[in-house]
């Protein structure tokens, strides 16, 4: 899976061909800076102002979405992190499991 800040979008390429299988187009308001990660059957990633989204791993559809960032919170390049079946994502003032 591969997050693209300058095409504002998530890809899954086969790792024995490299082609792409899928590519979904993300929201522009905010910066995408964050590696994806898979777990929990979902590929998650979070934009720049804390919104954390849950995709499909087969077709890349949406499947969540978390307001976790505050209205000044811009600039947050953390990946989420899992361990012990649970999520961890780090905002510019708090970490939420």
Known sequence: Y????VANALSRVDPATGEVEWTVEL???FLWRA???AAGGRIWAQNHHGTL??????DGKEV???ELGREDDDGICAS???AH???F???NRELIC
């Open 89 to 91: 994502v780090r905002t």
């Open 35 to 37: 590696s994806p990660i």
């Open 85 to 87: 079946g649970r999520l």
């Open 80 to 82: 989420v992190a899992a």
């Open 27 to 29: 929201d522009r308001e």
């Open 53 to 58: 989204y849950g995709f499909a791993p087969a």
């Open 64 to 66: 969540a979405r978390l």
């Open 2 to 5: 591969v997050l693209s800040d």
